[in-house]
């Protein structure tokens, strides 16, 4: 499986209860919520190339959950139990502004202000997989300085997280 393809796996995985949430706000037949989600999570993941990394990713999913939420409403345009196109927009600007930003949402930011050999070993432990005894061998340092090392990384990227959550005004 390619990186892309598991990054935006892990990501719709946070983003899709309230992607399902949106689309359940503007269709009411379940089934046809169903089609619509699956749809959506097709659509993401064929479009995730064109993905901006510094935007949220919970907020691009809606925007594709309204492009397919359109095309249900133009194919079912004759039923009365569907909202028009303005309706939805405006559902979407709701979700848009209801919700606080995803946690995950500002860790390639975070990760982008590490130092290059902080942003190495993570690259190693978490992209490759490796223990820190194989990363140790690369980099030339004990398995138990890697260790500690990747402990203050993580610490670094949780306290530059929540930094970014309080500019955004969520409370934590």
């Not at 925007?63 to 309706?87: D, H, P």
Request: aromatic fraction near 6%.
């Amino acid at each position: 499986m390619q990186e892309s393809t598991r990054q935006a796996t892990r990501l719709w995985t946070t983003a899709q209860p309230v992607v399902a949430a949106f689309v359940a706000s503007a269709i009411r037949n379940r089934h046809d919520r169903e089609d619509v989600l699956q749809e959506t999570a097709l659509a993401v993941l064929n479009s995730f190339d064109s993905f901006d990394q510094s935007r949220p990713f919970q907020a691009w999913a809606i925007g594709i959950a309204r492009n397919q939420i359109g095309l249900y409403l133009r194919k079912n345009s004759r039923s009365k139990l569907v909202f028009n196109e303005e309706t939805v927009a405006t559902l979407q600007d709701t979700f848009d502004t209801a919700l606080p930003p995803d946690e995950l949402d500002y860790l390639p930011e975070c990760i982008d202000r590490l130092e290059k050999r902080a942003r190495r070993l993570c690259e190693l432990r978490y992209q490759e997989g490796l223990k820190p005894a194989a990363i140790s061998e690369q980099v030339g340092l004990t398995p138990n300085t890697v260790a500690k090392a990747l402990q203050r990384i993580r610490e670094r990227l949780r306290s530059c997280i929540r930094d970014r959550l309080a500019n955004a005004g969520v409370a934590l």
